[in-house]
């Protein structure tokens, strides 16, 4: 996982077109906040500059599609082998026709229902092994930034020491001494992926905790669970939203290579990377349409929730520099 | 920078010991415990004297205290257990594998260094202009496209299609045949190094950017240094410092594409015996190469770190 930093759009405004005329001037950063100032609330000004970016509003079309063509989608696409639970075995690895848009797989399921229902499985299992590990991620981060000392120290070791495992290997040995199942395969994602947010909670907990508000709470007689829950975490909230979508985004990666080296939801399920695994050796017999639209779908659904995570990092940025 | 040092190694030490409590909860996480573990080792048939004989070999009735230290001592002294289903001390077959998956890592990280920071500088140097937006475009698909997709898609092309490439990796027994073989090296190489050529030349534009954004940089142009001078001397140089960190962070990630990138070409590497130990159920040879696995990782860090330290001086006296 690493940090695919993006534009740095403030910065791209004062740099010269030409390098080296040095036409930027101290404080004269015109940044989008400036224009924005004086118009209505938080909200209106991060959509503003969030729907500025046009690849983002086309991800955000292409979540949707693929939110409807897996979930709705099951209920309005019937084939003569209804999706995922009737196969006809006279039609082995169809090509695909009239019937079968995207012709058919080892098993006799029709490609499309199949991707219906792997897509499904892993929205499903991306969308809750991300929230799991974006709330777990945030409370741990926000309570060890906001104890500090050992309990601070202690938690952050707790930390590296994941992280310093790499991810795959630690996953796979655990599912493969327990059984996998749909839960199994949530915790598993899950576990790899509140790391990062309790790391980034940490730090904006750490500069939080010296603003006036919260030292106001303190002298209030606020307790600190009231200090975490009621005014830190509600003010990383950009943050927060910002690394959950990225979350997703890896969320699906990482489920796709587990379902691709064999561990992905018991039969009849499929998820999208399971589907890549079992039509390999058909592909290499010419059977295309039993990988490259799963592998489409993939790239499609990551490339989608990265380029929103940019843009709503670009918005949220501009937020807090209007602070 | 002494001191700095001795921390640095002092934190990957109690890192290490971190990852010995993982793999001592993974020991523990069988349902049923030890028992359970031995029947799934020993086979089904094996007898209540055999287990009771299993447990004591390896320590598994002693309290749960002891075990752990015992299994401290064991990580530290490289004592890895023995896997049953091949027959060989786990160290063994670790030892056998190790350089290979070192080699791949190795060549896959040197072609990201070599064409990720001149393509992150490029895409600064002719920013907002066609070329730059492709490049981002092709770096934000090859960043989300899956290791073992694109591994597929490239055995579809160039081996099968075009037969340019074989498509397996080569499978000689030692590192210099392998290298000797390079035309076999060609796809899974690049197929590991993909994802991270994309992410470091974007963070390499993100990072030249930022550094001629600098005032040294605005020092530099209006002392009257060519522009050449000021964007590979001054700003290129701080730039590159981020990247070792980010070389550092990174290497359990590659690591874990490693695994994919070996299991998709049949490189004879730790990822593919790591892969087929989860498919034969071989839980010594599997939890030994989890620990094998972060322990370089841990090493790897340690070493970007001393070396970001050596490059930067701030770094040393915080």
Redesign the interface.
């Known amino acids: 996982m690493i940090p695919l930093t993006g534009d740095l759009p403030d910065k791209e405004a004062i740099l010269p077109d030409v390098p080296g005329m040095g036409a930027e001037l101290p404080g004269v950063e015109v940044t989008e906040a400036g224009e924005a100032g004086g118009i209505g609330g938080l909200g209106r000004v991060i959509w503003r500059v969030f729907s500025e970016n046009k690849l983002a509003l086309v991800s955000i079309g292409v979540i949707v599609f693929m939110l409807l063509f897996c979930f709705v989608g099951p209920h309005f696409y019937v084939t003569p082998q209804a999706n995922f639970v009737v196969t006809s075995v006279g039609q082995v690895l169809a090509p695909p026709s009239s019937q079968h848009l995207l012709g058919t797989d080892p098993n006799g399921y029709d490609t499309v229902g199949r991707l219906m229902v792997g897509g499904a499985t892993a929205l499903e299992i991306a969308l809750l092994a991300a929230g799991i590990a974006t709330i777990f991620g945030v409370f741990f981060g926000a309570i060890s930034g906001y104890a500090g000392g050992a309990v601070d120290a202690v938690m952050m070791r707790i930390v590296d020491t994941v992280l310093s495992v790499p991810t795959l290997f630690l996953l796979i040995v655990i599912a493969a001494i327990l059984h996998t199942s749909f839960w199994l395969i949530v915790f598993i994602v899950a576990l790899a992926a509140w790391l990062v947010p309790a790391r980034l909670i940490r730090g904006e907990t750490l500069t939080l905790r010296t603003r006036e508000y919260v030292q106001a709470v303190r002298a209030m007689g606020g307790g600190g669970s009231r200090i975490v829950a009621r005014h830190i975490i509600p003010n990383a909230v950009g943050t927060i939203i910002v690394n959950a979508t990225f979350q997703i985004a890896d969320a699906i990666g990482l489920l796709a290579a587990l379902g691709f080296l064999g561990f992905g939801v018991p039969a009849p399920g499929t998820s999208w990377g399971q589907m890549l695994s079992d039509g390999i050796s058909y592909a290499q017999e010419g059977a295309w349409w039993l990988i490259y639209p799963a592998g489409i779908c993939i790239i499609l659904v990551t490339v989608s929730f990265n380029y929103i995570g940019d843009a709503l990092r670009d918005a949220f940025e501009v937020r807090l520099q209007r602070r | 920078m002494i001191g700095y040092l001795i921390r640095r190694v002092f934190?990957a030490i109690?890192?290490i010991i971190?990852?010995c409590?993982?793999t001592f909860i993974?020991y523990h996480?069988?349902?049923g415990g030890a028992t359970s573990e031995a029947r799934i080792i020993l086979g089904p048939r094996a007898t209540p004297p055999q287990i009771a004989l299993f447990l004591s070999q390896n320590g598994l009735n002693k309290p749960i205290w002891t075990q752990f230290f015992i299994l401290v001592g064991h990580v530290f002294t490289f004592n890895l257990g023995y896997s049953y289903k091949l027959n060989e001390p786990v160290a063994t077959i670790v030892l056998q594998k190790l350089p290979k998956t070192v080699l791949l890592l190795g060549l896959s990280t040197l072609l990201t260094v070599i064409i990720a920071i001149p393509l992150g500088i490029f895409q600064v140097?002719r920013?907002?202009r066609p070329s730059d937006y492709a490049l981002t475009t092709l770096s934000?698909?090859f960043?989300?496209?899956?290791?073992?997709?694109l591994g597929?898609?490239l055995?579809?092309v160039f081996a099968?299609h075009w037969h340019l490439f074989p498509p397996e990796a080569p499978q000689s027994a030692s590192v210099g045949q392998i290298l000797g073989d390079w035309r076999a090296l060609v796809l899974p190489v690049f197929t590991l190094a993909a994802?991270?050529i994309a992410?470091?030349s974007?963070?390499m534009r993100?990072?030249m950017?930022?550094a001629?954004?600098e005032d040294y940089v605005?020092t530099a142009?209006?002392k009257g240094l060519?522009?050449r001078r000021?964007?590979y001397v001054h700003a290129l140089r701080n730039a590159l410092i981020p990247i070792i960190t980010?070389l550092g962070?990174?290497l359990?990630?590659i690591?874990?594409g490693a695994?994919?990138t070996e299991?998709v070409f049949n490189y004879p590497g730790m990822g593919l015996a790591?892969?087929n130990a989860?498919?034969n159920?071989d839980?010594p040879l599997?939890?030994g190469?989890?620990v094998v696995?972060?322990m370089a990782?841990?090493v790897g860090?340690l070493l970007a770190d001393i070396l970001y330290a050596v490059l930067d001086p701030r770094i040393r006296y915080v």
């Not at chain 2, 960043?143 to 997709?149: G, S, V």
């Open positions: 934190q109690i890192v971190g990852v409590a993982i993974l996480l069988f349902p140097l920013r907002n934000f698909i960043y989300a496209t899956p290791t073992f997709f597929i898609v055995i579809q099968i994802v991270y992410g470091f974007r963070y993100s990072s950017m930022e001629l954004t605005r142009r209006a060519s522009t000021v964007n980010l962070l990174t359990p990630a690591v874990s695994l994919i299991s790591f892969f989860a498919i159920n839980f599997l939890i190469t989890v696995a972060a990782t841990v860090s």
